[in-house]
């Protein structure tokens, strides 16, 4: 079984940055695609950017297009989501899950092709 641990949540102003890590253990992390979703109150959960296996393909919701960077350190078992300038309606519980096949991330971010879930994270983004 894959266990995925989300950290780096927390309250950061307009504006800000913030740098969420995803800690797999369990299983060969390099099996994984990964990707970070997140749910906004009121909001169904909506997919914010993944990568594959190997890191070649990466792929991002188009509200975070050129704000948000995904990377993966597979010597770490860990992919990082470096948010930048946050907005208040960046606000919402992130988590990252894993699949496996690459093939999902390069046609889109759909939560109903991966299998393991971590507990989230909050992100709140507020002056």
């Known amino acids: 079984q894959l266990q995925l641990v989300e950290s780096g949540g927390g309250l950061v102003q307009p504006g800000g940055s913030l740098s969420l890590s995803c800690a797999a253990s369990?299983?060969?992390?390099?099996?994984?695609?990964i990707g970070w979703f997140r749910q906004r109150p009121g909001k169904e959960r909506e997919g914010v950017s993944c990568i594959s296996t190997s890191g070649g393909i990466t792929n991002y919701g188009d509200s975070v297009k050129g704000r948000f960077t995904i990377l993966r350190d597979n010597l770490k078992n860990t992919v990082y989501l470096q948010m930048n300038n946050l907005q208040p309606e960046d606000t919402a519980v992130y988590y990252c899950?894993?699949?496996?096949?690459?093939?999902?991330?390069?046609?889109?971010?759909?939560?109903?092709?991966?299998?393991?879930w971590g507990q989230g994270t909050q992100v709140t983004v507020s002056s």
């Open positions: 899950a894993a699949a496996t096949w690459d093939y999902y991330c390069s046609v889109g971010i759909s939560s109903q092709d991966y299998d393991y």
């Open positions: 369990g299983r060969p992390f390099n099996d994984y695609l």
